[in-house]
């Protein structure tokens, strides 16, 4: 469907169709543009589908009350038509996403502090602002589902309201029934909530106000991919009209590989990014939050149909940062007592880098007015650390004598089988390397290549034999889970585990090893945008 595109788009779209000749594909899409402008505006279709229910006198009852992130809204609607079957089409419901996260959205620095949980970073540990409250409302789903929104007090007790009458079970579960759940959620939950996460913000009325900059233009980017490593490459993004973009990717991964991809793009709220693209063969979805004055972009993509592997993200547009510029060093840990061919990308790059003492830069060659390779040699007595060489976040190498220690990140990881229609959710570990400072601290320096294993984690495990059943380990440190049981080659006992990750590392002819510990469970039912 048309529904949402801008009008230009849809003049050009005929217009250039006309200027190929076909006439018959122009009057299609100028109809189609037409039947797109006949239907409702967002303000007339919010009434449409939820004045019946919701519509008081001229008010909104429920809607206008509160504000939440895009993927709140969605969810929100989509409830509307589980729990009171609301029709909403596809069209429908992107349309009035986009309509209440602008005008009823968060400004930037309310969803700061909970990105993690709009980016779906895989094992990231749940924030809440005090125990009582991470047990009151962060023990179904995150915490951060709650602190995602804005509202009064009346409307934080009519969300309570609606958990008791749709959830009864709040009440018996655990760290339901040791208390009057119910009484403490109204009269001291809900009022900490709206101290909270006030539906009135000076932060919200600040952002209303600002001009809010289209992210149109060519962005320098870089990132890493754990699995696959480091990248840096270039956004091309394109205004389409009515906050829609077309995006262009390439990306150079340190690995050696070179991926092209397009997709398109929505901006909610004035720096809500949400796109969907085909990065090489796979098709991802990335969640990037546009800052500095629209001159910053960071966040994090993944896969559309696995949204535990993904990848960080950082760019920054290149005609509005300074020349010089740094994005990424590849590779950016150097060894004390070697050379190293270092690629250093950014935005109009000069050739002077200045990397401290005990380090000499032997040889520069320019790739392209982005693009320097440095030869660089690193004296054996160079003080261990980091050092910024240059302009830009991403302008920083590490030195180091040798890895003293490796450590599995996550720790602790969480994979889930897969079974009939639910796919698994897998683990993807890295091992990231640390050496001891001058002054005895460690210093994390980052990841680092590693040869992988899995073993029971303990007794229990291994009476079951958890390694046999859980699933594998692939080279690149990615855990696959095996399909869901009763499994009766293990006395139909589900395939589930709990097992040791080790993580081995060859530093010259030493070798560094690091352990962390997965458990996979059973399969995960629902899969909702914030968890
Ligand atoms: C058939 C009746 C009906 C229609 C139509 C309807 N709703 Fe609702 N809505 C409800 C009821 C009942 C509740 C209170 C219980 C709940 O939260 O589900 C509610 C609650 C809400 C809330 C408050 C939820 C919260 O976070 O506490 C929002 C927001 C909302 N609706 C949005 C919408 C939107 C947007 C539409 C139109 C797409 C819509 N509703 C259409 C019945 C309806
Ligand atoms: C017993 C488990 C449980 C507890 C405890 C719980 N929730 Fe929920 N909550 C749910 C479930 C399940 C949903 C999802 C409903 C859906 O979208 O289908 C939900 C949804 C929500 C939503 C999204 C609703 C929307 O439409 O925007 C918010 C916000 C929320 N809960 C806040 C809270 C707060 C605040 C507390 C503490 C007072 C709390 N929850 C405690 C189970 C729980």
């Known amino acids: 469907m048309i529904v949402g595109v801008h009008r230009s788009a849809c003049a050009v779209g005929a217009k250039g169709f006309r200027a190929l ?11 189609l543009c037409a039947a797109a402008w006949a239907g409702p505006s967002p303000d007339k279709l919010l009434i449409e589908k939820c004045g019946a229910c919701h519509q008081e006198g001229k008010a909104l009852q429920r809607i206008t009350t ?9 969810m929100t609607i989509v409830r509307m038509g589980i729990w009171h079957k609301v029709e909403v089409s ?32 895989p094992n990231a ?53 040791d208390r009057n759940w119910f009484d403490l959620a109204l009269g001291d939950v809900a009022p900490k909530l709206a101290k909270l996460y006030p539906q009135r913000t000076a932060a919200w009325s600040k952002w209303q106000q600002a001009r809010h900059v289209a992210p149109s233009g060519t962005w320098r980017v870089a990132g890493s991919r754990p699995g696959w490593g480091g990248y840096s490459g270039y956004m091309v993004v394109r205004a389409l009209g009515a906050d829609r973009y077309d995006v262009k990717y390439d990306l150079q991964y340190d690995a050696g590989n070179h991926v092209v991809g397009q997709g398109d793009a929505i901006v909610y709220t004035g720096y809500e990014w949400r796109g969907s693209a085909k990065l090489g063969n796979q098709e991802v979805r990335s969640v ?44 950016a840990l150097l060894k004390a007592g070697t050379t190293t061919v270092v690629r250093v990308s950014g935005v109009k790059l000069g050739t002077q880098f200045d990397f401290g003492p005990d380090v000499a830069v032997q040889k520069v060659e320019r790739v392209s007015p982005d693009e320097v390779q440095l030869s660089v040699a690193v004296a054996a007595g160079a003080a261990p650390g980091w050092r910024q060489i240059g302009r830009g976040a991403g302008a920083q190498v590490a030195l180091y004598r040798q890895i003293d220690a490796i450590r599995v ?7 889930r089988l897969g079974g009939g229609t639910t796919a698994p959710v897998s683990a993807q570990f890295e091992a990231i390397a640390f050496c001891n400072g001058a002054d005895g601290k460690e210093i994390r320096l980052g990841p680092v290549h590693a040869t992988w294993g899995v073993d029971n984690f303990d007794a229990r495990a291994k009476a079951d034999d958890d390694v046999k059943f859980a699933g594998a380990m692939e080279p690149h440190g990615q855990f696959l889970p095996a399909f869901a049981g009763p499994n009766p080659a293990r006395n139909n006992l589900n395939n589930v585990g709990d097992l040791a990750v080790q993580a081995t590392v060859a530093d ?11 458990v996979v469970s059973v399969q995960r039912w629902n899969t909702p945008p914030l968890r």
Not at 66 to 74: A, L, T, V
Not at 92 to 113: I, N, W
Not at 508 to 518: E, I, K
């Open 508 to 518: 010259g002819d030493r070798t560094v090893a690091g352990s962390g510990r997965l």
């Open 288 to 331: 990037f939050a546009l800052g500095g004055d629209g001159k910053r972009m960071s966040g994090r993509w993944f896969l559309r149909d696995a949204d535990e592997i993904g990848a960080s993200f950082e760019a920054v547009r290149s005609d509005a940062v300074p020349a010089d510029t740094v994005v990424a060093v590849s590779p």
């Open 21 to 31: 000749g076909r006439t018959v594909l122009a009057g299609i899409l100028a109809t």
């Open 66 to 74: 509160m504000r939440k992130s895009p993927e709140g809204w969605d």
């Open 125 to 177: 540990q749940d924030v809440a602002p005090s125990e009582d409250l991470a047990q009151m409302c962060g023990r179904c789903h995150s915490f951060g589902r709650v602190a995602l929104q804005r509202r009064d007090v009346a409307e934080w007790r009519k969300l309570v309201h609606t958990h008791v009458g749709q959830f009864p079970s709040v009440e018996y579960s655990n760290m339901g029934r």
């Open 90 to 121: 596809k069209s429908e419901r992107k349309t009035l996403v986009k309509y209440l996260a602008d005008r009823q959205g968060l400004a930037p620095e309310e969803s700061a502090p909970y990105r993690f949980l709009l980016e779906r970073r």
């Open 409 to 415: 990140e996550p720790e602790f990881a969480h994979a």
